[in-house]
């Protein structure tokens, strides 16, 4: 069961946040912290699957700053979300170099938005699961949005790429539907964008293996990852 931290230091949005993410996943557990101190003490013993919160908590404008910080050295690599009323403009690439995996704006996102951000969150941290990637020659880790690599050698890859790369890579030698790779692109579910991505996928391989055949097209249901045969 799905363990979900909420750090908001407003009860209301605090709750809201609560509601929309147990409608949105029957059966996970969401527990709601208000202060930095509290949040601290909780991220100290508990490996949440995913945190929600906010970047001014109280009097502390870069309070949630400092809760990433502490996420980054306790458990390094536990998807963050930031929903904050700051500017986007300024402090999403602020959140994104810190490893948070989205910002999203106060009063500029509807519940669809944040329930599809968390449900991918979700997903993305059951792929990173030990032992996820198919081949030891791929290294990818969805959350953390960083570079892949192949063989050693990193992958010039956009993330929408990263994410479908880890999907099918999870699941070797298993054919992976358009449905089921349409959850993993926010914009453009359709099979002539995956097809484009897992294009950019294999250029980017073949840069550095020019003999990469590891993904199979399956003919009218999806894409196979066989790896670096």
């Known amino acids: 069961m799905p363990i979900v931290a909420v750090i908001e230091d407003d009860p ?31 991220l100290g013993r508990q490996a949440y699957d995913l945190v929600v919160l906010d970047i001014e908590l109280g009097h502390e404008r870069h309070a949630g700053v400092a ?3 502490t996420i980054n050295r306790l458990r390094h690599g536990t998807p963050v979300l930031v929903v904050s009323a700051m ?9 994104k ?14 519940e669809a938005d944040f329930i599809e951000t968390v449900l991918e969150m979700l997903r993305a941290a059951r792929s990173r699961s030990p032992g996820a990637p198919a081949a030891a020659e791929l ?4 959350l953390r949005q960083g570079h892949a690599s192949w063989r050693g050698q990193r992958l010039n890859l956009p993330l929408t790429a990263q994410r479908i790369l880890s999907v099918l890579a999870a699941r070797p030698a298993e054919v992976v539907s358009y449905e089921e ?32 055949d590891g993904i199979e097209n399956v003919p009218m249901r999806g894409f196979r990852w066989v790896g670096g045969r």
Do not use: C
């Open 67 to 69: 809760l990433i910080n």
């Open 139 to 142: 290294s990818i880790d969805p």
């Open 97 to 110: 170099a810190l490893d948070a995996w989205d910002y999203l704006q106060k009063t500029t996102f509807s």
């Open 181 to 212: 790779l349409f959850q993993v692109i926010k914009s453009g579910r359709n099979r002539d964008n995956v097809r484009k991505h897992v294009s950019t996928i294999r250029e980017a391989m073949r840069e550095i293996d020019p003999a990469f």
């Open 87 to 95: 500017p986007a403009a300024i402090y999403r690439g602020i959140m």
């Open 12 to 42: 209301p949005t605090s709750n809201q946040l609560r509601g929309w993410i147990e409608a949105a996943r029957p059966g996970v557990r969401v527990e709601q912290w208000f202060n930095r101190d509290e949040a601290e003490a909780a």
